[in-house]
């Protein structure tokens, strides 16, 4: 998916229909991997995340025990079919680093310290890539590790912010993504109002940027809202 001549936003529409501020279309599931500890399936729009943990247990080999405190290991990955070309498999630059910032938005949050010597593997596939891709499996990893038990101080929730034809966006698809001034992934705690992520590539004058991450952190509570849900969901049934 590249750069189009085509206007991103017309009548105050996008392409798909969304006013600027409109999220995609939102699923989520927990428990969908039996094996697993904790596991979700997050769907925004065409993008779509399966996460899987396991652990707290005993980490191996050992000398990457820690004795006051667990480890978390995030594995990212796109599978070769999740994408327009196949993706090669195996881990990227561009996998490995978002591995790493989503294992920061989600460490300091983690009661870790209860568990010396273990290891928590949070295991992320992208299964369709549609645009903001690590924002979503952040919304997936937040619910698996939920779903494990793992005690947290708040949910985590990931949102991408944007600016496309002048005008501020949020939840990127892959076209927009491709055709934006500016894309901002970020990671909030939604009743905290603390940001753990925020990343951005692209020029916003301090203003929008203000301004776009006001409207990141507004919308974050509605997505916490159906990570709730999701989660009584499986415990009711
Ligand atoms: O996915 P996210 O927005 O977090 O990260 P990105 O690196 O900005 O990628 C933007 C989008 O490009 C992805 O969501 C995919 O839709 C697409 N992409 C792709 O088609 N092939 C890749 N190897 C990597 C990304």
Redesign the pocket.
């Not at 890539?129 to 924002?135: E, K, P």
């Given at each position: 998916?590249g750069k189009t001549e085509q206007k991103m936003i017309a009548n105050g529409k996008r392409l798909d229909g969304r006013g600027p501020l409109d999220l995609r279309e939102i699923e989520m599931k927990v428990g969908v991997i039996p094996n697993a500890n904790g596991s979700s399936y997050v769907r925004f729009g065409k993008?779509a995340v399966i996460a899987g943990v396991y652990g707290p247990r005993p980490l191996f080999p050992r000398f990457l025990r820690e004795s006051d405190t667990g480890i978390l290991k995030v594995r990212y990955n796109?599978i070769p079919f999740s994408?327009?070309?196949r993706?090669r498999p195996g881990p990227?630059r561009?996998e490995t680093e978002?591995s790493k910032v989503i294992r920061m938005a989600f460490e300091g949050n983690l009661f870790l310290k209860n568990y010396p010597q273990t290891g928590v593997n949070l295991y992320l596939e992208v299964i369709e890539?549609?645009?903001?891709?690590?924002?979503t499996s952040i919304n997936a990893a937040s619910l698996a590790l939920a779903d494990a038990g793992v005690p947290m101080r708040d949910f985590v929730v990931g949102l991408?912010g944007g600016k496309i034809d002048g005008t501020l966006i949020l939840d990127?698809n892959?076209l927009e993504?491709?055709n934006s001034d500016a894309?901002m992934?970020m990671a909030v705690l939604p009743t905290k109002k603390e940001v753990t992520l925020l990343q951005m590539?692209g020029r916003m004058n301090p203003e929008e940027l203000k301004d776009l991450i006001k409207h990141v952190i507004d919308a974050s509570g509605a997505i916490y809202e159906k990570q709730a849900e999701a989660l009584r969901k499986k415990y009711i049934e």
């Open positions: 998916m993008t796109m994408v327009d070309d993706k990227s561009r978002i890539a549609d645009g903001s891709t690590r924002v991408s990127l892959g993504d491709n894309d992934p590539d």
